[in-house]
């Protein structure tokens, strides 16, 4: 799955559009690596998004095409 739409689906970012902007200005890393909107997300994957409040860092647990709100959560776990 791309990661503007993982970033979506897993409602980190709002929107699409707005995690597509993210990764054009280098604040999405996927193992340490600036992702581009197109970049492929798998399970395992390290995701860091760079807010200019501070930083998410987060693995990927699994991946779905669509997913109910409170489900949202399942897809993700924070790392401190």
């Not at 693995?59 to 699994?62: E, F």
């Given at each position: 799955m791309r990661i503007d739409k993982f970033l979506k689906i897993s409602r980190i970012l709002k929107?699409?559009?707005v995690a597509q902007e993210a990764c054009g200005e280098q604040k999405v890393l996927i193992n340490g690596k600036p992702a581009k909107p197109s970049s492929a997300v798998?399970?395992?994957d390290v995701i860091e998004v760079l807010y200019s409040a501070g930083t998410l860092k987060f693995?990927?647990?699994?991946i779905k095409e669509t997913v109910k709100k409170e489900d949202a959560?399942?897809?993700?776990?924070v790392i401190v």
């Open positions: 929107r699409r559009t798998k399970v395992g693995r990927v647990l699994n959560v399942s897809l993700y776990e």
